[in-house]
């Protein structure tokens, strides 16, 4: 069945993201194409982490996060935050909620509730605050590779 839901999915194009919290000092941040509104009212949105991802213990503590969603041309930072890291790149900025320079937008999240989803946490974050960068196309997930838009 594995293999199946996996083959089925890489039909369903989406966008990339890096979700990212910061703990004390410790910064983190992963590649998620599973983010999706849930709500405009309260503002609402949902992320799925696994449970293994260096990302879940720091975004546990901290109890906010951001999610930044990388514009076409961002492959590279994609695979650096999907465990293929670049030596000495390091996007995130320094506050309190990272946020991922060259992002088409940053959302800025407290934890609002988490559920169990298998292997993942769901996480719900309430988003207190939107960044909006240049307004660019998106980079887009399909079929195990990445895409442009026509």
């Known amino acids: 069945m594995q ?3 996996r083959q ?3 039909h369903w194009p989406s966008g990339v993201t890096v979700i990212a919290a910061r703990y004390s000092n410790e910064a983190r941040g ?9 709500s405009l009212e309260p503002p609402l949105i949902l992320v ?3 449970e293994t991802a260096h990302l879940w213990p720091v975004l546990e503590k901290a109890g906010r996060f951001t999610v930044n969603l990388l514009p076409e041309g961002h492959e590279h930072t994609s695979a650096h935050f999907a ?5 000495g790149y390091n996007p995130l900025s320094q506050e309190e909620s990272p946020v991922l320079e060259g992002a088409m937008a940053t959302l800025h999240c407290k934890t609002w509730a988490i559920y169990p989803g298998g292997t993942h946490k769901i996480v ?12 660019v196309r998106p980079l887009v997930y399909w079929n195990r ?6």
């Open 145 to 150: 590779g990445y895409r442009q838009l026509p």
């Open 83 to 87: 465990g293929r890291p670049i030596e």
């Open 124 to 135: 719900v974050g309430e988003v207190e605050k939107v960044t909006l960068g240049k307004e």
């Open 48 to 50: 799925c982490v696994n």
């Open 3 to 5: 293999d199946q839901l």
């Open 8 to 10: 089925v999915m890489s």
């Open 30 to 38: 992963m590649t998620a194409s599973s983010f999706t509104s849930v």
